[in-house]
């Protein structure tokens, strides 16, 4: 007779290989951070493994790990508020306003979420989907998701997203298909008013991989060569910059101008990487240390663009996110440009 504990491991990898990735990434759509997404994919996990044994295929072995990842995912929303970034926090800080160094530690904010991980591919997988999986990543769609209520964000993610049918979606939701529809009315309401037109999967398509590097290239240089005027020039007239975990925000070219994004000191005192979060261009930020003769990391700049213009900054005053974004922890001055 075969091993069942065997054979029952070698299911679990083999589902785990399949899945993992797009389960992260599922995590990271209903909780909007990448650390709560660490830990509520090893808790799916965990628990798939316990009932790994007791399941009889009545539901496609997709079906079913999404089942326990959302209701994982349910655990958590239901223990903590909801992620936010500095828009959503309050209004934008005036022009006359001087910024202070209060950050709202405890605030939970919404996290950037590195391409390398995405595991997804692009094109939704069914008819019933809304949105290509690789939209449903970018900032816009994640904050706009924290703002569902649980029941509403769980229907949306399911049906718009990964494609569930609303009576997949109410097996694993433990509800009615009635409930799951009038949920999906909803929040597709919502995002609705709170999505750009635009995605920026449509964007990046229609600037081409070349003016995106061009885009990366002319911002990082005017950054380290302290050219405000340039930078301002990239920016859209209504462009926002925020930088969490700092509340303050602002709107427009004038407010931004005087605002932490700005380069001052002498040159070379910033350095500039190039990487994507999100499904969006971003920015790693390095600022040099004289007691360490390196630069260290001090911000991802996540880019959201309009046309060919920055319609928005954020910067994730996160350094320790950088390993995650395949960004070096330090950069050595010789090796600067």
Known sequence: MPDTAQHTTLDFHQLVEAHQAELHAHCYRMLGSLYDADDALQETLLRVWRALPRFRGESSPRTWLYRIATNVCLDVIAQR?????????GPSTVL???????????????????????????????PEARYERREALELAFIAALQHLPPSQRSALVL???????????????????????????????????????????????????????EIATRLADAFERGQIATILAMLAEDATFEMPPYPQWRRGRDAIAKSWLMPVGPEPRLRYLQSWANGQLALGCYELKPET???????????????????????????TLFSRFNLPQQLPVSGAR
């Open 159 to 213: 049906c718009d997203v990964l494609g569930f049918s609303a009576k997949e979606a109410a097996e694993s939701l433990g509800t009615t298909v009635a409930s799951v529809n009038g949920a999906l009315r909803r929040a597709r309401s919502t995002l609705d008013r709170r999505l750009p037109e635009e995605t920026q999967q449509r964007a990046n398509r229609a600037l081409g991989d070349r003016k995106l590097r």
């Open 81 to 89: 508020p909801k992620r936010v970034l500095p828009i959503d926090y």
């Open 293 to 319: 003769s390196n630069y260290l990391p001090i911000a991802l700049d996540v880019l959201t663009l309009r046309g060919d213009l920055i319609a928005g900054v954020t910067a994730f005053r996160t350094p």
């Open 96 to 126: 006359e306003a001087i910024e202070s160094d209060r950050t709202l530690s405890t605030t939970p904010w919404i996290e950037p979420y590195p391409d390398r991980a995405l595991g997804v591919a692009d094109g939704a997988e069914s």
